[in-house]
């Protein structure tokens, strides 16, 4: 069978999220393992390096969890909904900057009244 379609992407996926999954817990391991022997003193950045890998951890496993069919039945739903928040919103902010514009145009070269009154004259 050739690669192609909806399999191919379907299994490439599958192994992308499998390799996320271990850099994640690769990256968790060496910033534990670089404390643990005092090659980094700061904890935060460890702290930091630690969520990350955590996030993508979670990343990944939730791709794993979603290209399965009853999960995508599910998601669709959500994304639709979350697909008309988005849009709503964007649209909302998008009408708001073409205000700012015209409002920045109208009123940028307007004198102060208090700068001097006899230049309206």
């Known amino acids: 069978m050739a690669c192609g379609g909806f399999i191919c992407s379907k299994n490439s996926l599958c192994a992308l999220n499998l390799l996320y999954m271990l850099v994640s817990l690769l990256t968790i391991a060496l910033a534990a393992w670089g404390k643990w022997f005092g090659l980094v003193s700061s904890f935060p950045v460890v702290a930091a390096i630690i969520g990350v890998g955590v996030f993508l951890f979670i990343v990944a496993t939730v791709g794993l969890c979603g290209q399965c069919e009853p999960c995508s ?3 669709q739903a959500h994304v639709e909904d979350a697909l008309n928040v988005v ?4 649209l909302f902010f998008s009408f708001t900057e073409i205000l700012g514009v015209w409002l920045s ?7 102060d009244p208090r700068s001097n009154p006899g230049a309206f004259i």
């Open 105 to 111: 145009y109208r009123y940028r070269n307007q004198k």
């Open 73 to 75: 039945v599910k998601l």
């Open 87 to 90: 849009g709503g919103v964007s």
